[in-house]
């Protein structure tokens, strides 16, 4: 944790020091742009250079997923000259209770 992040959590309430013990937890994030569907025989014919027509539009939002579970939408982006990123655009709500 950076220095700024444990001074902010020290001056903060219970709630954020409780939640200090798992800010080194790793978890996976992952941007899906988009999903396809084929047959095992059409994968096999794929080479080099085709192309795999996604079930998104240009421009639609991406969905963003952390540990598997769908938690924002955003926009991929140009980090620096060969880099990809993803802003958030839209905080997805968990339909799940409890």
Do not use: F
């Not at 444990?6 to 219970?14: L, Q, S």
């Not at 939640?19 to 999903?35: H, W």
């Not at 996604?54 to 991929?76: C, F, P």
């Amino acid at each position: 944790m950076a220095a700024t992040d444990a001074a902010a959590v020290r001056g903060a309430g219970p709630a954020a020091r409780d939640l200090e013990a798992v800010y080194d937890i790793p978890v996976q994030v992952s941007a899906v742009l988009g999903r396809a569907t084929m047959q095992v025989s059409q994968l096999l014919k794929l080479g080099r250079g085709a192309v795999v027509e996604l079930d998104r539009k240009l421009g639609e939002a991406v969905d963003i997923y952390v540990n598997n579970r769908l938690v924002a939408r955003g926009e991929v982006v140009m980090v620096d000259d060969n880099r990809l990123g993803v802003t958030m655009t839209e905080i997805v709500k968990s339909d799940r209770s409890g």
